[in-house]
């Protein structure tokens, strides 16, 4: 494929791409497929000889669409939200055109600068404190990771690693591995400090939690992979205070800020807690300015190291979304969840398992658990909607999680008839069910 070629296959596939998201509501939400389905529809093994765009072009909607989960679609209401959008799908395509491996300022100084001036943007817009930013000369800093899972893996390793050196230097006599064997990480069933966590959006007391911390010289992470995109409204900021007595913090913007995965924002108030840990010096990736103290090698900030241009995207939707069009999507979902469970609490049927604080509702029968995962297989095995559960206080619970960029409140209403009307056909079926084995 030469440039020619690529100049029309590309619009062909961004053509594609728009008609997918713009008519993805007619798609059927969750695929009907069995596990080894696509394996008998490619061949054993690759071409010897090239194929054309076109032969690959007809093979999506043929073996890659069946087997597709749409996260995008207006009746998705499971997990979190992995929202997108058009801004963020662009940068990524520069970002795979570019395709530069930024694992140092040299190797690319735009990749590196961008993602430091776009973390202290992201910072401020959720008014986290000033020793988090880079800007200034300061001590902090923010990186990119994958996921949250491996920012919460980066900090326990440097609270490893920044432990184990201060008693070192508090007993000598002590080796590491006298050090290592005493070594205690506190966490609850939802592993660190959590602003909304997983099963139910629930907060954790930061104020409790973070003294306790900062006595004890304990480094405390907090994780706030979707709730995090809310800080950037003013009304739900107070959920995020007493991230100052963090050592580090993150959340994920690939999860509610409109930028697609993986895009984990991390911040850590001292970053050579960070770099000392994961510091990598071989001669052929120094470079001059290394010292200077001006610039950031991020390889030093993450376990791989090469890393990708993923700042594009937030620079991208920063800017052409702005701070108020970003808000006013997080403001939609939250009204969109309270609607939701508005109509949850007018059938007596049913109760709320959980405060409803941002896009997430915790639903469920009044009865038992067993009749609670009959619903959710009857929900999901329509495949009009899709929901996930999860246990809250040893019941089984319903999640309702607002998720697609383009949910409207007729998607809401839509669900809550189809919930209610198999609930209907539930209940109707278990108390026949039960007369027959009383009368037996």
Same mark, same amino acid.
């Given at each position: 494929?030469?440039?020619?070629?690529?100049?029309?296959?590309?619009?062909?596939?961004?053509?594609?791409?728009?008609?997918?998201?713009?008519?993805?509501?007619?798609?059927?939400?969750?695929?009907? &497929? +069995?596990?080894?389905y696509?394996?008998?529809?490619?061949?054993?093994?690759?071409?010897?000889?090239?194929e054309?765009?076109?032969?690959?072009?007809?093979?999506?909607?043929? $073996? $890659?669409?069946?087997g597709?989960?749409?996260?995008?679609?207006?009746?998705?209401?499971? #997990?979190?939200p992995?929202?997108?959008?058009?801004?963020?799908?662009?940068?990524?395509?520069?970002?795979?055109?570019?395709?530069c491996v930024?694992?140092? !300022?040299?190797?690319?100084?735009?990749?590196?600068?961008?993602?430091?001036?776009?973390?202290?943007?992201?910072?401020?817009?959720?008014?986290?404190?000033?020793?988090?930013?880079?800007?200034?000369?300061?001590?902090?800093g923010?990186?990119?990771?994958?996921?949250?899972?491996?920012?919460?893996?980066?900090?326990?390793l440097?609270?490893?690693t920044?432990?184990i050196?201060?008693?070192?230097s508090?007993?000598?006599?002590?080796?590491?591995?006298?050090?290592m064997?005493?070594?205690?990480?506190y966490?609850?069933?939802q592993f660190?400090?959590?602003?909304?966590?997983?099963?139910?959006?629930?907060?954790d007391?930061?104020?409790?939690?973070?003294?306790?911390?900062?006595?004890?010289?304990? !480094?405390?992470?907090?994780?706030?992979?979707?709730?995090?995109s809310?800080f950037?409204?003013?009304e739900?900021?107070?959920?995020?205070?007493?991230v100052?007595?963090?050592?580090?913090?993150?959340?994920?913007?690939?999860?509610?800020?409109?930028v697609?995965?993986?895009c984990?924002?991390?911040w &850590?108030?001292?970053?050579?807690? $960070?770099?000392?840990?994961?510091?990598?010096?071989?001669? #052929?990736?120094?470079?001059?300015h290394?010292?200077?103290g001006?610039?950031?090698? #991020?390889r030093?900030?993450?376990?791989?190291?090469?890393?990708?241009?993923?700042?594009?995207?937030? !620079?991208f939707v920063?800017?052409m979304y702005?701070?108020?069009?970003?808000?006013?999507?997080?403001?939609?979902?939250?009204?969109?969840?309270?609607?939701?469970?508005?109509?949850?609490?007018?059938?007596?049927?049913?109760? $709320?398992?959980?405060?409803?604080?941002?896009?997430?509702?915790?639903?469920r029968?009044?009865?038992?658990?067993?009749?609670?995962?009959?619903?959710l297989?009857?929900?999901? +095995?329509?495949?009009?909607?899709?929901?996930?559960?999860?246990?809250?206080?040893?019941?089984? &619970?319903?999640?309702?999680?607002?998720c697609?960029?383009?949910v +409207?409140?007729?998607?809401?209403?839509?669900?809550w008839?189809?919930?209610?009307?198999l609930?209907?056909?539930?209940?109707?079926? !278990? +108390?026949q069910?039960?007369?027959?084995?009383?009368?037996?």
């Open positions: 494929m030469d440039a020619a070629e690529f100049r029309k296959s590309g619009k062909q596939m961004v053509d594609y791409i728009a008609d997918y998201l713009e008519k993805i509501d007619k798609r059927q939400v969750f695929p009907d &497929v +069995e596990p080894g696509l394996r008998p529809l490619i061949p054993d093994c690759a071409p010897q000889d090239p054309s765009f076109d032969d690959v072009f007809k093979d999506i909607e043929k $073996i $890659i669409m069946p597709v989960t749409h996260w995008h679609s207006p009746y998705f209401f499971a #997990y979190f992995s929202t997108s959008s058009f801004p963020a799908l662009l940068a990524d395509m520069l970002c795979g055109g570019i395709g930024g694992f140092s !300022w040299a190797a690319s100084p735009a990749c590196t600068e961008l993602e430091t001036v776009m973390m202290d943007w992201l910072g401020k817009m959720i008014n986290l404190p000033e020793e988090f930013l880079a800007e200034k000369g300061g001590q902090g923010g990186v990119i990771q994958g996921s949250a899972s491996e920012a919460t893996l980066i900090s326990l440097a609270a490893r920044k432990t050196r201060r008693v070192q508090e007993k000598p006599e002590l080796t590491e591995a006298d050090i064997g005493r070594l205690v990480a966490a609850s069933d660190c400090a959590t602003l909304g966590t997983t099963p139910c959006c629930s907060f007391k930061l104020f409790d939690l973070g003294p306790i911390c900062n006595k004890k010289s304990f !480094w405390m992470h907090i994780d706030a992979a979707y709730a995090g809310a950037i409204c003013p739900f900021r107070h959920l995020l205070n007493g100052e007595f963090a050592d580090s913090f993150m959340f994920n913007p690939h999860k509610w800020l409109l697609n995965f993986d984990s924002a991390m &850590v108030k001292k970053r050579s807690d $960070i770099t000392s840990v994961f510091k990598l010096e071989p001669l #052929y990736l120094q470079h001059q290394q010292d200077s001006l610039v950031t090698d #991020y030093h900030w993450q376990i791989p190291l090469g890393r990708r241009f993923r700042s594009l995207k937030l !620079w920063l800017r702005g701070v108020r069009g970003l808000q006013e999507h997080i403001r939609k979902h939250i009204r969109l969840s309270h609607q939701f469970e508005d109509l949850v609490l007018q059938d007596e049927r049913f109760e $709320i398992c959980a405060e409803v604080v941002l896009g997430l509702v915790c639903f029968l009044k009865g038992s658990n067993e009749l609670n995962k009959e619903l297989k009857s929900i999901n +095995e329509a495949k009009k909607i899709h929901l996930v559960p999860c246990h809250l206080r040893e019941k089984f &619970v319903l999640r309702f999680a607002i697609s960029r383009v +409207e409140t007729t998607h809401v209403e839509f669900a008839q189809h919930i209610s009307q609930a209907t056909d539930l209940l109707k079926a !278990w +108390e069910n039960h007369h027959q084995q009383h009368q037996q």
